[in-house]
């Protein structure tokens, strides 16, 4: 007669793992939609697929570790990047970690947080790490599409790389100073 009690995962987002699941959490979804405004025939709405999810929500980290638990989920917002983030759903997905909010009263042994993760969604801009100083251009590719890849300023690019004369004219295979 009972229903079925719901199977939960524990919230995870990169190597942190909750150890009780936030009280609240939301999970917005929408599509990206560009309006064309045609004069004296109304509008045009252009569907440009599916945009980012937005998960928000709050709850308490308890033990004698609490504020251990705060400062760790606290690294990871300062950090940055993305990471995958797997909800008690067991939905997963690619996101970053964009606000961390201690709030509410905190007491011995418990403390309120409020969070938001935002969905990477397509591929994004290649991050630099240590040891990619540099892009080796491939056929036809400009110095802009290069600037708009790792989002570099084309006056930085066009600085780092001195020997570069023509920015829309890159041989195949030349090196391309990143930093």
């Known amino acids: 007669m009972g229903g079925r009690a719901m199977n939960t ?11 009780h699941n936030p009280k609240t959490i939301q999970v917005a979804c929408r599509r990206e939609i560009k309006e064309w405004k045609l004069p004296g025939q109304g509008n045009l709405l252009q569907d440009l697929g599916p945009g980012k999810r937005i998960v928000t929500g709050e709850g308490e980290l308890f033990g004698e570790d609490c504020l251990l638990q705060f400062r760790t989920l606290a ?23 964009v606000s961390l909010t201690m709030a509410g009263q905190a ?7 409020r969070f938001e993760f935002w969905e990477q969604v397509g591929e994004g801009i290649p991050v ?12 036809g590719e400009t110095l802009w599409d290069i600037s708009k890849l790792y989002g570099i300023s084309i006056s930085e690019l066009a600085r780092r790389n001195p020997n570069v004369k023509r920015p829309d004219q890159l041989a195949a295979g030349e090196k391309v100073a990143l930093r």
């Open 9 to 19: 995962a524990l919230m995870r987002f990169q190597d942190y793992t909750w150890k």
């Open 75 to 97: 690294a990871l917002c300062e950090q940055g990047g993305t990471g995958l983030l797997i909800l008690p759903d067991s939905t997963g997905f690619e996101a970053s970690l």
């Open 128 to 139: 630099l790490r240590e040891g990619k100083d540099y892009h080796i251009v491939q056929e």
């Open 107 to 113: 007491g011995p042994d418990i403390v309120g947080y």
